[in-house]
């Protein structure tokens, strides 16, 4: 990858991805010239309400919704707020109050509301998906569970849910419950048509698929309990109010339009690439695991486990030469913090401490994947031979 700032091997896709092309260009007109307010009443406010309107229909096609249940937000982290403390909030006012459910390696998107509201966390498995006998059991033990929210993809270490168990648990057991799942790692590695309808409530996050950074989808099923977790002037159906985006919310449009369309493409492409990092760096260094089965994950993960060394030491050899990874997920402070899904996954600190997360994307080349080869090799063997250990 160039920048101005010289050759970048980018592995951090699951923090954030480059914006696509088509999605800059969406944009543009609307951080220029067509820059009308879509609420107001004149004809060019009535342009920007268009162009919205076309964003949603085709947000709504490519998760095979109706238009109606797409409403924009302000970022990933948003829509999960809002899907866990809205639908309590509804709950609430409706003389039902109640409780929310979630798995220990939620995004903190919405472990942080769960456990806000006194909510109750259920054990997942060694891959980091919900143990399904855990979260059956919570079901049956909690009274009135108003909200379930299980994620569609572990943003940490990739491994995928399966939403129809989830569903069909969800279902039975909780009938009255609305069912929300934070998609916002799926758009590139699985069609979200296929998970609308098993759930109520869908978590989206622009800048993960391409689409610029501050715009988030929630897509609210028609008759779900839910109240606005932002009021004011009563945008997107009184459910997020807030001044329209325009331009972040074109762009993402764009961006989940091309996300959706070169997917079967990409998928290949992508898990040679990932396949070729990881077996690479398991057959040239000793003593690393690949932290989730490659069945278990999407094509993008390419998380390992690295014994005898730390993580930061090695986040900080790879960034001197120019190989961006992370170790856990991103987080505000920049602080490495233990990884609170590899703890829920019962891995052991000898082993989590050496984590390092490589996430690949639309922009992933063969040329990046040798750079991180090498890079990662080299500065295992450094680190391990200054600390003593083979
Ligand atoms: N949920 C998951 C699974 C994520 O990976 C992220 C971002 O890292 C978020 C929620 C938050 O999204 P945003 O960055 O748009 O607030």
Not at 69 to 88: H, K, M, R, Y
Not at 262 to 277: K, N, V, Y
Not at 310 to 335: M, R
Request: aromatic letters at 2%; glycine letters at 8%; a negative charge.
């Amino acid at each position: 990858m160039n920048t101005s700032t010289g050759t970048l091997a980018y592995l951090d896709h699951a923090a954030t991805t480059p914006m696509r092309a088509g999605a800059v260009a969406a944009m543009l007109p609307f951080l220029t010239e067509r820059y009308a307010n879509p609420s107001g009443s004149h004809r060019f406010a009535r342009d920007a309400r268009r162009a919205v309107d076309e964003a949603r229909d085709a947000v709504a096609e490519a998760l095979g919704v109706p238009p109606g249940w797409v409403v924009f937000t302000g970022c990933g982290t948003e829509s999960d707020n809002a899907a866990i403390t809205g639908v309590l909030a509804a709950a609430a006012a409706a003389g039902r109050p109640g409780t929310a459910v979630c798995p220990a390696a939620e995004h903190h998107a919405v472990l942080h509301p769960v456990e806000h509201h006194g909510g109750r966390v259920v054990a997942v498995d060694r891959s980091g998906r919900v143990d399904l006998d855990a979260l059956a059991d919570a079901l049956r033990s909690t009274p009135d569970v108003r909200v379930v929210s299980v994620m569609a993809v572990n943003n940490e270490v990739g491994s995928i849910t399966d939403l129809v168990a989830v569903s069909a648990l969800v279902r039975e057991l909780a009938p009255d419950a609305v069912l929300h799942t934070d998609a916002v790692q799926t758009p590139s590695w699985a069609d979200l048509r296929i998970i609308t309808p098993l759930v109520d409530l869908v978590s989206l996050s622009a800048h993960k698929f391409g689409g610029p950074k501050g715009v988030g989808v929630l897509v609210v099923r028609d008759g779900t309990p839910f109240e606005p977790i932002i009021m004011g002037g009563g945008q997107e159906r009184e459910r997020r109010s807030g001044t329209h985006n325009v331009a972040g919310i074109v762009a993402t449009a764009a961006a989940l339009t091309e996300t959706d369309t070169d997917r079967a493409d990409e998928l290949p492409r992508i898990t040679r690439l990932r396949d070729r990092l990881v077996d690479t760096l398991l057959a040239e260094l000793d003593d690393v695991i690949e932290t989730v089965p490659r069945p278990d994950k999407v094509a993008g993960s390419a998380h390992v486990c690295i014994a005898g060394i730390e993580s930061e030491a090695l986040l900080f050899l790879l960034d001197q030469a120019e190989v961006c990874a992370s170790a856990a997920s991103a987080c505000a402070s920049g602080a490495m913090e233990p990884s609170h899904v590899l703890a829920a996954m019962g891995v052991e600190r000898g082993w989590s401490s050496g984590a390092l997360r490589m996430s690949l994307g639309a922009t992933t080349t063969e040329a990046d994947v040798d750079r991180a080869i090498e890079v990662v090799v080299d500065a295992v063997r450094r680190l391990r031979r200054g600390s003593g250990s083979s």
